[in-house]
C-alpha cells in the first residue's frame, strides 16, 4: 500500500517580506502575554552585517532579533513571531519592564555612533540606505496590521533604555515611517523666542511637570522635580526620535512644543 500522506511543509517566515529563515537559538516563551504589542527598532552597531548575523545567531551571545534587514533591502527572519527574542535587555515603556516579552524587534545593519565617547556625538554615523529603509517600511507595516500594534508603540531602542541605548539614533528617517502610516510624528512645531528651557541642574515644579509628562507619554523615570543625568538621558532619547536636528538633552522651547503635540496623538 502507497503512503499518500504529504511531508511536512517546509517552515516559512511570519512576514511575506522576508526572504528568508535565518534561525536564532535564543529565545524563548512570552511572559505574561501570549502577543506582541509593539515593534522595537535598533541599529546593529557592528562593522559589517555579517558580523551582526553571526552574533545574533550565536548561543554565546545571548542577543537576537525576530527580523534583521541588510543595507540592500533583504530581510530574513531570526526568530518567530511568537517567540520572546533577546533585543531589548532592561527596557520599560509605559510601565511595562519585560519589553522582551511584548516586543518584535528588528534589527538594521548599520555600524551605529563610535560608543567609545558617551554620550557619542549626534549624526557622525552612516545614513541608512533608501532600498533598506523601504524594506523596513514594508515590514513594519505589515507586522502592525496583522498584530494590531498601535503606532504609539513603534518605537526606538533608545526610547526604551534611555542613556543604556542610543539606536537607531538621530540619522533614521522616523519622519519617512510616518508619511507612510507608521509611528507617531509632529514636525517641530515653532516655540516662543522666550520660552523657558530646562538643563541639567535646574530644580522646582516646572522640571517636575516635564518629568510627569515625559512619564505619561511612555518613558519610566521618577517625578523628583530634579533635572538630573537619567532626565538627561530621557530628553536625549526624546530628541533622538522625535526632535533630531539638535540633540543636546536640554528641554528647550521646540522640545517642549513636540512633547506636548505627541502627548495629544497618543
Same mark, same amino acid.
Given at each position: ?51 551582526? /548575523? ?12 525576530h527580523y ?9 527572519q ?6 520572546r ?19 518584535i ?89 522666550d ?16 518629568q ?20 538627561v538621558?530621557?530628553i ?19 522640545? /517642549? ?10
Open positions: 500500500m502507497t503512503d499518500s500522506s504529504s511531508p511536512p511543509a517546509e517552515p516559512r517566515p511570519d512576514s511575506p517580506h522576508a526572504d528568508r529563515l535565518h534561525p536564532s537559538p535564543n529565545h524563548g516563551e512570552r511572559r505574561g502575554t501570549g502577543r506582541p504589542d509593539s515593534i522595537i527598532l535598533h541599529y546593529t552597531g557592528m562593522a559589517d552585517a555579517a558580523a551582526a /548575523l553571526l552574533w545574533l545567531a550565536n548561543p554565546l551571545s545571548q542577543v537576537s532579533s534583521f534587514v541588510f543595507e540592500d533591502g533583504r530581510i530574513w531570526m526568530v518567530p513571531e511568537n517567540r527574542a533577546w533585543h531589548a535587555g532592561r527596557s520599560s515603556w509605559q510601565r511595562e519592564n519585560d519589553m522582551n516579552s511584548r516586543s524587534g528588528i534589527e538594521i545593519a548599520n555600524p551605529g555612533h563610535d560608543l567609545t565617547k558617551m554620550p557619542p556625538e549626534p549624526g557622525t554615523y552612516p545614513d541608512f540606505p533608501p532600498a533598506q529603509i523601504e524594506a523596513v517600511i514594508r515590514l513594519v507595516a505589515d507586522i502592525k496590521a496583522r498584530w494590531g500594534i498601535p503606532d504609539s508603540r513603534i518605537l526606538a531602542h533608545s526610547d526604551i533604555a534611555p542613556g543604556r541605548k542610543v539606536d537607531p539614533g538621530e540619522r533614521f528617517p522616523w519622519a519617512q515611517l510616518a508619511a507612510a502610516g507608521l509611528g507617531l510624528w509632529v514636525t517641530p512645531p515653532p516655540a516662543p523666542a520660552a523657558p528651557a530646562y538643563r541639567a541642574g535646574d530644580e522646582g515644579m516646572p522640571v517636575a511637570a516635564l510627569a509628562m515625559l512619564a505619561r507619554f511612555g518613558y519610566n523615570l521618577e517625578i523628583t522635580g530634579v533635572f538630573d543625568a537619567y532626565t538621558d530621557v536625549t532619547a526624546f530628541q533622538r526620535h522625535w526632535r533630531q536636528d539638535k540633540v543636546d538633552g536640554v528641554a528647550d522651547g521646540e522640545t /517642549l512644543a513636540t512633547l506636548r503635540a505627541l502627548a495629544a496623538l497618543s
